[in-house]
């Protein structure tokens, strides 16, 4: 299993980015996909989780809520975050993690905040000026 987030760069505030997730040797049928970051200084954040159930929809934190969306392509083994009205306070690297053995309606019971995440990607910087 390998994990590879790309698409962070340098943004102006109220701009967007889509990151992507793409999960190498990941069977997207049996999947909890959460993305997090972290700030300068700060601990590491849940902000997003989808999982391959589908019984919820995903789970986006509150703290970006209405601004962050995520969602899965299983053709393409990617799961997309999608920024809109970002904020200087959304500058971080933001990280893709995955459950390989979620259990049933995982991210609507748990969010990104259970540790039973089984790998992480390296990360792709997201800055925001304002």
């Known amino acids: 299993v390998q994990l590879v987030e790309s698409g962070g760069e340098l943004v102006q505030a109220g701009g967007s980015l889509r990151l992507s997730c793409l999960a190498s040797?990941?069977?997207?049928?049996?999947?909890?996909i959460g993305w997090f970051r972290q700030a300068p200084g700060k601990k590491r954040e849940g902000v997003a989780c989808i999982d391959s159930t589908g019984a919820s929809p995903p789970f986006i934190a509150d703290a970006v809520g209405g601004r962050f969306t995520v969602s899965s392509d299983a053709a393409e083994n990617t799961v997309y975050l999608q920024m809109t009205n970002l904020k200087p306070e959304d500058t971080a690297v933001y990280y893709c993690?995955?459950?390989?053995?979620?259990?049933?309606?995982?991210?609507?019971?748990?969010?990104?905040?259970?540790?039973?995440?089984?790998?992480w990607g390296q990360g792709t910087q997201v800055t925001v000026s304002s």
């Open positions: 040797g990941v069977g997207f049928d049996d999947y909890a």
């Open positions: 993690a995955v459950d390989t053995a979620p259990t049933y309606d995982y991210c609507a019971e748990y969010g990104p905040y259970k540790s039973s995440y089984d790998y």
